[in-house]
């Protein structure tokens, strides 16, 4: 077999912060970095990534709901775990492409049938963990790998990992045998990643054929940037292309700054009758293991280096969290700005109607003409108020019918408004978050149309103005006595009066569209109620109705808002949430260099030693 490797043939491992355990790691004795500030920061990242929420549609959310979960799987899975037990024994995750020959390469180095092989694809459907049997106790106690079951079988269940204990491999090492990295299978696809970010040692397998697959060098990459320690092995390598292939395979791992993981080239061969490739070919890399195994400081250098690159990710990987999480509150914010705008421009729409005389056109104009009766009538409007009073005594008695009509005519105009701007308002809401694509996601049809209650509320609402119109006049009269000594109809025809002055921008001093819409009205209506009240307390009615008005037409108007805003907030994430992930992430990190981790040597690996076959 020919073997390749960089400067990682220096065999001697360097001296490290903390040594590990010996090889028997069997032993249950925690092993820290001596400082438990780091388990506390992790613990409290984990906190911070599991209550950030993603909701909105954003091209950001479902990369960071995956960042997210694959952090918490680290954390849980080796960070916290590892920590604990930095004695625990070197875990090798053995990952690769479809039909690379993980699992034969798992068999042959541990001399048993303990992983499932053949030509059916995948061939592994749920992890195999083979250790020492020294080592079972540690591995079987769940801290590390928690979220999978333990089983002594195999099984098609990919949430269980099967252990198996091979007496031919030493103590203080253990292999993993994980689904294809590129399998059809999604959940194999994702278990692969899971187990590799769980790795001390990364082994990865691969062929000449395959060699230069997207997938594998992504996975690469990816362990390049976490500090990961690697080692590679190129599999059934036809022997006349052996040099040529291995050499290519040097230069794409230099390029992509992984020169120094040591290479094992396996020419292609046959397996034997328990499926186990011959020792000569595989006696190279069993060596290699043997000497790591045997070696308590290349061991813990392994751990330390990867420990470490896994903990100096994290605040990147928890900086684009946190910037997504910062997109969500943004684009949240912005949905509900599209609908505040909509209907802020609604209640503009009504305030406006209440100014530039479209309320005083048609039947309400009618209405009130008939109301305020004959020329006779006008002409005795600034008489005094008891003769004022004597003169709308006859002039309404046993007259309610215009009255009434009148009250029904400004009923029906601030409806026919009301459920207008509603229904553009929104229109332009719905069409708004359309545009959007987290606003997109949140619609339903029945949003593009007010609510179906709003006519029946619009109706209602201006009843409840005209009677509060009403109440006003009684508490704001300015001769009490007036009220007191006239009837009840008195009070309706003045409210009504403050109504139609209500609908005039200048409270009576008309402008030239009043005028030419009202015909006079506003001035009919000023002289009434100026007669009654005086003319600084009709400015005063005039405002305070006007202001009654436009704040129930407000809240029925954010009540419609409402239908949309809601949703935003069911799924707005947390305000503080990009603020307490970055906080938690900078704590880790802090932490990290107090441990003293960060100031470790990089792992020197025993050389890939050998001789060709």
Known sequence: MTTHGDSATQADAPTVAARTGSADAGEDRPATTGDDSLPTALAGLRAAIGAARFPLALPSAEPARRAAGSLTDQLDDYLLPRLRRLDAPLLVVVGGSTGAGKSTLVNSLVQARVSAAGVLRPTTRSPVLVCSPADSGWFRQGELLPGLTRTNEPSEDPHTLQLVTAPALPPGLAFLDAPDIDSVVDANRALAGQLLAAADLWLFVTTAARYADAVPWELLRGARARGAVIAMVLDRVPPEAADEVAAHLSEMLAAQDLGAAPLFVLPETWVDGQGLLPDRVTAPLSAWFARLAADADARAAVVRQTLDGALAALRPAVEGLADAADEQVTAADALDERVRAAYRGAHRTVEQGLKDGRLLRGEVLARWQEFVGTGEFFRTLEARIGRLRDRMVSAVTGRPAPASELREAIESQLVTLLRGVAAEAAENAYTGWKAHPAGAALLEPGLAHPAGDLPERAERLVREWQRGVLELVRVEGGDRRFVARTAAYAVNATGLAVMIAVFASTAFIPTGLEVATGAGT????????????????????????????????RALLDDEAARYLVRTTEARPAADTAEALRRAGNGVEMARHRSGLADADAARLPGAEGGGS
């Open 522 to 553: 506003t001035v009919a209506a000023q002289t009434v109620l100026q007669a009654v009240f005086g003319d600084q307390a009709v400015r005063t009615l005039a405002a305070k109705a006007r202001a009654d008005l436009l704040e129930r037409v």
